[in-house]
C-alpha cells in the first residue's frame, strides 16, 4: 500500500495550523468528556476527580525477590502491581525444561506453580490492590493462580481487580512469545472472556496492545490501526463463540506506548478512542456506553531509552508521561532510565514512580479534562492520525481477518519498512537521538552499575520445582491433567479443569504441555 509523508511521529506535521485546519463537525467528532465518541477522555472530569493508576512492571529472579519489590513500590506510593515475567513463563515452560536454560528469573520473575505464586504475592493485599499481569499464551493459566491465592488470602473473586494482557495476536506479529496455533489460542482467550464474565467480574479480560509492535518500529497510525485490528478480532470471535457483545466487551482493555513525539502522541491516545467508540457501537451494534469505552495503559517509550547518557532518559521518560497524561491514559508505567542497560535498580525505580507522582500532584494537569481540545494542530493531526490508521484498518481486513493478515505477514512487513526508515534516517543524522548521533560524550561516560540476576537463582528454583513436584499428589494431579485434556478436546471451557489442575499441583510447564497435546505448537511460516 502507498504510505504518507512522515515526520517524526509518523505524520507530517505542518508549521502553521489554523481555522481552516479542524473540521466543520468537530462539536460532533469531540462530544464532551465521558460522552460518546470519547475523543476527550472516557470519564466526565477525568483526573480532576481521580488521578491515573501509577502502576509499576515489577519482577525479576525469585518470587521472593520480586514480592520484596512490589512492597519497596507500594510503600513508595505506587497504587497499582504489574508483574513482569521470565520468558520460560511466558512460552509455558517449567524452568527445568531445557529450553529454559539460562533465562531463568532473567527478564522476570519465574513462576512455575502455584507455590510460587503464593510467595509472590505473600503478604500483599490482594482485595485492596490492582494488579496487571504481562503474560499472552499461558494468561489464563497465570490469572487462575492469582486466583487461587487471592482465595486462599479469604478474598471473594468477584473483587478481585487487574488486568492480563492476553493479546496473543501481537505476539505473531511483533513479539514471538507464542504456545499454540491462532485458531486454539483465540479459543483460551474466548473461554476466558466467558470465564471472567462469570467468575471475575471486575477483572480485564485482556491488554490489547500496540505497545510491543511500537517497540518494533511501527509508526503511532500502525500501532493504533493493528492494534484496534486485533481487536475487533478478538471481538468477532467472542461473538462466534456465543457471548453477548455488551456481556464482555466492558472488560476490554489497551496497551499502547507514549513516545516523545508529544503533539502525535496525543493525537493518537484521542483518535484511538474515537475509532474504537465507532467500531463498537457501528460495526457491533453495543448497547451499552462502556463497551464503547476505549479504557488504556500506557508505557513509556523503552524503544526510545538510550545506553549512552542514560541519565537524559529521565527527560525523555518525563516528556512521554505528559503526553500519555495529556491523552487521557487510565494508568502509566514510566520507564527507569537506566532499562536500556538493565532491569531497573531500586533507586531507579523510585525515581521513575516520582516522575509520575511530581506530574500528578505539582503540576496542573490534572486541573482540567482534555486541555489541548480545539487546538488547532492537536484537532488537525487527531483527524490525521484516524485517517491513516482507518484506511490501515481496511488493508488489514481486505486479508480476510486479522489472522489471515498475520498469517500473510501483512503487519509485520509494514511495521519492518517502518523501523527499517527510522533506523536509516538516525545513522544519517536526520533524526537527532541526544547523546547517541548529537551531543555525544566521545567515551567519557560515569561509569553504571546495573543491577545483576544471580546466576545461582536458577539452580535455586529447579530444586523448588523439585521439591514442589515430590510433595504433591501424583495420582491426582495427573488425573487433572487428563481432564484438561478432554477439554481441550472437546468445548468445554477449559479454564475449569485448569484451575483444578492448578490446585492439585500442576506446574505451568504441565498444564501448558497438555494443552499443547491436543493443539500443538505454532511453528511460523515463510512469512515470517
Wanted: proline share 5%; net charge negative; hydrophobic share 45%.
Amino acid at each position: 500500500m502507498e504510505h504518507p509523508p512522515q515526520g517524526r511521529g509518523g505524520i507530517e506535521i505542518r508549521t502553521v495550523y489554523g481555522p481552516d485546519d479542524t473540521p466543520q463537525d468537530l462539536p460532533e467528532k469531540l462530544g464532551d468528556p465521558g460522552a460518546f465518541p470519547y475523543t476527550r477522555g472516557v470519564h466526565p472530569s477525568m483526573y480532576a476527580s481521580r488521578p491515573w493508576t501509577m502502576r509499576q512492571y515489577a519482577g525479576f529472579a525469585t518470587a521472593a525477590e520480586s514480592n520484596r519489590r512490589y512492597r519497596d513500590l507500594l510503600a513508595a506510593g505506587t497504587t497499582g502491581l504489574s508483574v513482569a515475567f521470565d520468558l520460560p513463563t511466558q512460552m509455558g515452560y517449567d524452568s527445568d525444561a531445557p529450553e529454559a536454560l539460562g533465562e531463568v528469573g532473567k527478564v522476570g520473575v519465574a513462576i512455575d506453580s502455584l507455590a510460587d505464586m503464593r510467595t509472590l504475592f505473600d503478604g500483599l493485599p490482594l482485595g485492596e490492590v490492582s494488579t496487571s499481569m504481562t503474560i499472552n499464551a499461558p494468561a489464563a493459566v497465570l490469572l487462575l493462580l492469582y486466583q487461587l491465592v487471592a482465595e486462599e488470602q479469604g478474598v471473594d473473586p468477584a473483587k478481585l481487580r487487574g488486568t492480563i494482557q492476553n493479546d496473543i495476536l501481537k505476539e505473531y506479529i511483533a513479539r514471538g512469545t507464542y504456545i499454540f496455533p491462532p485458531a486454539p489460542s483465540l479459543r483460551l482467550v474466548s473461554d476466558t472472556f466467558a470465564y471472567c464474565a462469570a467468575e471475575l467480574p471486575q477483572w480485564n479480560t485482556i491488554s490489547i496492545s500496540g505497545y510491543h509492535m511500537a517497540e518494533a518500529g511501527a509508526t503511532p497510525a500502525q500501532e493504533l490501526a493493528f492494534t484496534l485490528a486485533d481487536g475487533i478480532e478478538y471481538v468477532e470471535c467472542a461473538l462466534a463463540a456465543g457471548l453477548d457483545i455488551d456481556a464482555f466487551a466492558p472488560r476490554l482493555s489497551f496497551f499502547f506506548v507514549a513516545r516523545s513525539t508529544l503533539l502525535t502522541e496525543v493525537a493518537k491516545f484521542r483518535a484511538a478512542r474515537r475509532l474504537w467508540a465507532h467500531i463498537m457501537r457501528d460495526r457491533f451494534g453495543a448497547k451499552d456506553p462502556r463497551s464503547m469505552k476505549l479504557r488504556f495503559h500506557t508505557q513509556t517509550a523503552g524503544v526510545e531509552l538510550t545506553a549512552q547518557q542514560p541519565e537524559v532518559n529521565l527527560a525523555r521518560v518525563t516528556v512521554q508521561a505528559i503526553a500519555a497524561v495529556l491523552g487521557g491514559t487510565q494508568s502509566l508505567h514510566t520507564n527507569a532510565y537506566d532499562e536500556a542497560i538493565a532491569l531497573p535498580t531500586d533507586t531507579s525505580a523510585r525515581l521513575a514512580l516520582r516522575t509520575q507522582q511530581v506530574i500528578a500532584a505539582e503540576t496542573d494537569l490534572t486541573d482540567t479534562v482534555d486541555p489541548f481540545a480545539g487546538s488547532y494542530a492537536v484537532e488537525a493531526l487527531t483527524d490525521a492520525v484516524e485517517a491513516e490508521a482507518s484506511a490501515l484498518i481496511d488493508a488489514v481486513f481486505a486479508h480476510g481477518s486479522a489472522v489471515a493478515a498475520i498469517e500473510a505477514g501483512f503487519q509485520k512487513s509494514e511495521i519492518e519498512r517502518s523501523a527499517y526508515d527510522t533506523a536509516k534516517r538516525i545513522d544519517a543524522g536526520e533524526q537527532i537521538v541526544v547523546g547517541v548521533n548529537k551531543y555525544t560524550l566521545n567515551g567519557d561516560e560515569a561509569p553504571y552499575q546495573p543491577l545483576k540476576v544471580d546466576p545461582a537463582i536458577e539452580a535455586a528454583q529447579v530444586q523448588r520445582l523439585a521439591a514442589h513436584r515430590a510433595a504433591r499428589d501424583e495420582a491426582a494431579t495427573a488425573a487433572a491433567l487428563e481432564a484438561v485434556r478432554v477439554a481441550a478436546r472437546g468445548t468445554d471451557n477449559v479454564l475449569y479443569p485448569l484451575k483444578t489442575a492448578l490446585a492439585a499441583g500442576a506446574t505451568v510447564g504441565e498444564v501448558s504441555a497438555a494443552l499443547a497435546a491436543e493443539w500443538g505448537r505454532y511453528v511460523p511460516t515463510d512469512n515470517w
